[in-house]
């Protein structure tokens, strides 16, 4: 039953008698509880927010509505990790409600300053019509985890020209300089980015629009991230309002990236290439990235989308996050790989392993199977039509990923991955991939996929929702034969 506006803009303090235990009982017996990433402890997490190093920490917040699975009134939470492999649960980062933030604390990113970590998000308020206004607020966490918001906003207008859709902002330095993007929408109702320079991150100017080539792209752009990667300027942002074509824009909101030259602070002109999508799966929206210590660039995305229904939302809780992934450029492509870290998942160093030659036929081999996992299928001397891996598999469900060698395409298939999603969800993604090797790096857990294809040239997020025991994984060479070589590590 969805909740009214009252209800969902009520503070945790304002939960019903036992709420919050009902929600916590429905939660622990709900079978697509994930076993390795970060999901919220009860009601709904989104965008991953504030992601940063600080004090020997990798810092990482999310936007949190804690009473259900609506997107109510937002907090942040803050949850924390040594590796960006095991994440403690902290507790509360942010907590809206006061002035400027009074209906959520929405989205933003954070930066060291002064030895301690600043929090530039953007407070949502409404009137008593029900009309929002923006504010940009900062927060300051310090050495001993306390945190303090400032009693005023830090960008406390928004500009001539643009809409009351404007938040997120993106923070980084340059030089002795802070400079933010923050998404916006002009008043024609097109999407954008405008720039803030600020030299101590509490006073910021205005600079403007950043000037691209894509004037009449969606209606909305959320969640900017700039950043430059070998000499190249990178601009990350959530496009909402663009059509399907062909492979692309098939989810009802995108992710994807623009590549160029550096963006040029004082004109604000960005000279790129044509926008790319960072996924290919059903579920990825909102990334965000960091600078860890070493000089890596690493991504975090929500592995969900707005105003959707999701199978877990009956049992008090929706969505979760991604693996960090690490960035990199090849030929004007932005590469996504897991972090070297991750390997502290597995269990044992060796992993099971087969090499067989498969011959028009599905194939299941002694100790592969599981729930939650990592696979590495590498396929070679391809003369089949079709290849590839079914998994999270029992007799009647199924989540496969194949290469079709004849279209060149990768597709990943859910019809019968178990529990039914909403119609618009859809049940087939796929991306054009030409290629003689073909190598399959899956990140399975309780109710999630995460593939890395080539070494992360493409890569699929997805939410499944199979019964708990389907657990098979079977490979296939249909039309003809090819050589599969294979290792999984239990998680």
Known sequence: MKMTREQRYRRIEQAEPGEIAKLEAQISECPWRQGYHIQPITGLLNDPNGFAYYQGYYHLFYQWFPLGTEHGMKYWYHTRSKNLVDWENVGIGIEPGDRYDSHGAYSGSAIEKDGKLHLLYTGNTRDEAWVRHPYQCLAVLDESGSVSKLNYPVISSVPTGYTEHFRDPKVWQQGELYYCVIGAQRTDETGCTVLYRSTDLKNWEFLGEISTGLTNFGYMWECPDYMELDGKGVLVFSPQGLDAAGDHYQNIFQS???????????????????????????????????????????????????????PTDDSGWAHCLTIPRQLSLRDGKLIQQPVAEIVELRQQEEGTHIHATIDNESRSFAGFEGIAYELICEISHVDAETVGIEFRANGAEKTVLLYDRIQQKVVLDRTMTGAKLAEQNGTLRQCTLTTDKIKFHLFVDSSSVEIFVNDGEEVFTSRIFPSRDSVDIRFFAHGGKADFEATQWNY
């Open 256 to 310: 994807g990236y623009l590549t160029g030259e550096p963006l040029n602070l004082q004109t604000r002109e960005f000279n790129h290439g044509e926008f790319q999508e960072l996924d290919r799966g059903f579920d990825f929206y909102a990334p965000q990235t960091m600078q860890a210590p070493d000089g890596r660039r690493i991504l975090v995305g929500w592995m969900g989308l707005p105003d959707l229904v999701y």
